[in-house]
């Protein structure tokens, strides 16, 4: 074993870490997640096109041999154009009429069908031929004036570096906090399929949960994804159902989330994600899709060592940048001298370094009451803590406070 350079207190022999096999294997991938829906009748081209798809990530497709009733859940519409003049006129107005953006697809295409093609602004006219030269282009240019249109969410995702340390009591202040802070539309998504407790620790009352939308992705249109989950006012929660993990039926629509959370991301301002229990394959794609991770440790050796393994995986075998983690010390002390803040930056070579006190009161209330910590009398310690780590590392925009006329004449601190 090779063990130069470790550390004998937080520093882990070579053999604890694991490689996280074909998962990263990288496809040519779209900037944003595309559903598409392909009219085509032809099982053929059907095939020849699926082959193509495959090729490409953050690309869900479906086919269909004529335009369904209903749509709007997708992205884009291709229309292969193979035979009838008149059907495939009328589908292009169909789709126009509902400003669905829509691709032809087909070699020798009859002018007349050109020209409606062209007077209802079709994004894009590809023969067969060239198909595995183009599409990937044509689907990028169509990803791109999505993300022209819309604001897309980021993820931050918060971990625990062992169990217990406090990542959701964490997750549902950082929410809740941040939501009464700003206007923005922000999502709090329970990712622990066995103890899920963010419906409780908000008091919201959920009928509807992360593995039901996983049920019905194809249902979910922009309308659908926002009204489905749990809300009070600006801050909203996809729950998770207890023992949702067992369910081995059920957890064959994980292979949706990565399309769910893409939704998610494109009707929403900001994404907050309880990884309260640790990486594991089913919610892989959320740790993958996250620009920013909290990790959530204690003051001892042990809580240090799990989370010196999770930066090690998450860096070295998940291609995440060492940038993007910051640590949060929960039930942090000042009397606990043998391991300081700067210890622990140290130890876990994280430059960021956040911490939010111990206060057992105030967090029981918060966990097993639903009491919401904003409005908790009690002293506010936690709650000042919980908005400097917001007002330091989250992409939202916080409108200045006018200061008082007291704190004006006396120079007080502001209320956080
Ligand atoms: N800063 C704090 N001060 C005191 N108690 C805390 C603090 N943070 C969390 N707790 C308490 O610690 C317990 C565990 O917290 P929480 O459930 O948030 O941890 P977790 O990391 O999500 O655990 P799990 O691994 O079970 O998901 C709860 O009873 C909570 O009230
Ligand atoms: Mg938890």
Redesign the pocket.
């Known amino acids: 074993m090779n063990s130069k350079n470790i550390n004998n207190v937080v520093d882990l022999p070579d053999g604890r870490l694991t490689v996280t096999d074909n998962f990263f294997k990288k496809k040519q991938s779209l900037p944003v997640h595309l559903s598409v829906l392909v009219i085509c009748s032809e099982v053929n081209m059907q095939l020849t096109l699926s082959k193509q798809f495959n090729l490409i990530s953050n690309l869900n497709f479906e086919f269909n041999d004529k335009v369904p009733e209903h749509f709007s859940q997708f992205e884009l519409v291709i229309l292969a154009v193979s035979s009838g003049k008149e059907p495939c006129k009328l589908s292009i107005e169909k789709l126009a009429k509902k400003h669905m953006p829509t691709l032809l697809l087909g070699d020798g295409i009859d002018a007349d069908i050109v020209r409606t093609a062209m007077h209802h602004h079709v994004q894009d006219i590809i023969p067969f031929k060239d198909i595995e030269q183009e599409l990937f282009n044509t689907l990028t240019v169509c990803a791109n004036e999505i993300l022209k249109e819309k604001k897309v969410a980021p993820i931050i995702s918060i971990i ?1 570096g062992k ?8 997750t549902s202040c950082l929410g809740e906090i941040s939501a009464d802070l700003c206007q923005d539309e922000i999502v709090l998504i329970d990712a ?1 399929m066995h ?1 899920g ?1 963010l419906a409780d620790a908000l008091k919201l009352e959920t009928n509807y949960f992360l593995t039901d939308a996983l049920n019905e992705i194809n249902k979910l249109d922009n309308m659908a994804i926002k009204s489905m989950m749990a809300k009070r006012k600006n801050l909203s929660l996809l729950a998770s159902k207890a023992y949702a993990q067992l369910d081995n039926e059920q957890n064959k629509n994980f292979e949706h989330l990565e399309q769910l959370i893409w939704k998610i991301k494109l009707n929403h301002d900001l994404v907050l994600v ?1 990884l ?2 640790g990486l594991d394959t089913l919610t892989l794609p959320l740790v993958l899709l996250s620009s920013q991770f909290f990790i ?1 440790v204690q003051q001892n050796i042990v809580s240090l060592r799990e989370a010196k393994a999770l930066i090690q995986q998450l860096t070295n075998n998940m291609g995440i940048s060492k940038s993007t983690i910051k640590i949060i010390v ?3 002390s000042k009397k606990i001298t043998n391991i300081t803040l700067n210890d622990i930056k140290k130890a876990l070579a994280i430059e960021c370094v956040f911490y ?5 009161k ?3 209330s ?3 009451l639903g009491l919401p910590l904003a409005k908790l009398t009690e002293d506010k310690i ?1 709650h000042k803590e919980i908005c400097t780590i917001i007002k330091q590392a989250f992409p939202i925009e916080i409108p200045t406070e006018e200061p008082s006329f007291f704190s004006k004449i006396f120079g007080g601190h502001d209320a956080i």
């Open positions: 625990n169990s217990g340390s406090g990542a959701s009591f964490i622990d103890y407790s309880d309260s229990r959530v929960n039930r942090y939010v006190s111990n206060n057992y105030l967090a029981s918060c966990t097993d936690i």
